[in-house]
């Protein structure tokens, strides 16, 4: 009879064993499947964040490349315009200088139409004096002859 029980318990472990051992193997091929299908999960999150991560750094340089540009374009018009108001001093410069000539001879000349009209005045005026001088001596000489 020991040897029937023993046979029996045999079995028993037996089929318990077999049965420990198939759970065991199916439960790892689960495992496995949902490993596997983490790891594509995984792959494919990798490729999705490579691919944003991509498309960002290429809307970055695309960003850098327009700011640059603008800045650019900035520098060019403020040159433009420092150009243009630089052109506007010489031109104002120019002006203001031939106006000043223009002026200083206009002035030269009034002063020389005066100084002719002055020189003028001043040689009647003499001439007048010299014509009185003349006619008072005259009157003297008439005078100093009537009185002898």
């Known amino acids: 009879m020991k040897k029937v029980i023993l046979k029996a318990a045999l079995v028993v472990a037996l089929a318990f064993g077999m049965t420990s051992c198939e759970e065991v193997k199916k439960e790892g091929e689960k495992a496995a ?20 991560v991509k498309d960002a750094a290429n809307n970055a340089v695309d960003a850098t490349k327009d700011a640059a540009n603008d800045v650019k374009d900035a520098a060019n018009n403020a040159a433009n315009n420092v150009k243009d108001a630089a052109n506007d001093a010489v031109d104002s410069a120019k002006k203001a200088a031939n106006d000043a000539v223009d002026g200083a001879k206009d ?4 002063a020389k139409e005066e100084a002719k009209k002055a ?27 009537g009185n002898h």
């Open 33 to 52: 499947d949902k490993t596997e299908q983490a790891v594509k999960d995984v792959k494919d999150t990798a490729n999705d964040v490579a691919n944003d």
């Open 119 to 145: 020189a003028n005045n001043a040689k009647d005026a003499a001439n007048k004096t010299v014509e009185d001088a003349k006619k008072a001596a005259k009157d003297l000489k008439e005078k100093a002859k």
């Open 107 to 110: 002035m030269a000349n009034d």
